[in-house]
Nanobody
Framework: QVRLEESGGGSVQAGGSLRLACAAS????????MGWFRQAPGNEREEVAV???????RYAESVKGRFVISKGNAKNALYLQMNSLKPEDTAMYYC??????????????????WGPGTQVTVSS
């Protein structure tokens, strides 16, 4: 069974930084598309950053220049370095993987694998 688990969330002041990590099971291959998504209360889940098998990246306009998505070696780990955090970044952050799809509709694919999420809260 594919398993994803996020870590690294917490509460920080505006302007601070956090580094999120997503540990993936061995069923996640390097060829999978992987990404970070977030959902604030009352809002729809939205794409934050995506990285494909060729390490091409895609970022939401709201986080460009502040967030960096990357892959590690162990457990096909996925990371999100978040700098210059703003209160509007407050949300539950999720990692996801898809074996085939990596386009703008990634967030809504029914065949995605999702982690349980980690909360990020940014205070002013």
């Amino acid at each position: 069974q594919v398993r994803l688990e996020e870590s690294g969330g917490g509460s920080v002041q505006a302007g601070g930084s956090l580094r999120l990590a997503c540990a993936a099971s061995d069923y996640i291959y390097n060829s999978y598309c992987m990404g970070w998504f977030r959902q604030a209360p009352g809002n729809e889940r939205e794409e934050v950053a995506v990285i494909d098998s060729g390490r091409r990246t895609r970022y939401a306009e709201s986080v460009k220049g502040r967030f960096v998505i990357s892959k590690g070696n162990a457990k096909n780990a996925l990371y999100l370095q978040m700098n210059s955090l703003k209160p509007e970044d407050t949300a539950m952050y999720y990692c996801a993987a898809n074996r085939l799809f990596c386009d703008l509709g990634f967030v809504s694919r029914p065949d995605n694998y999702w982690g349980p999420g980690t909360q990020v809260t940014v205070s002013s």
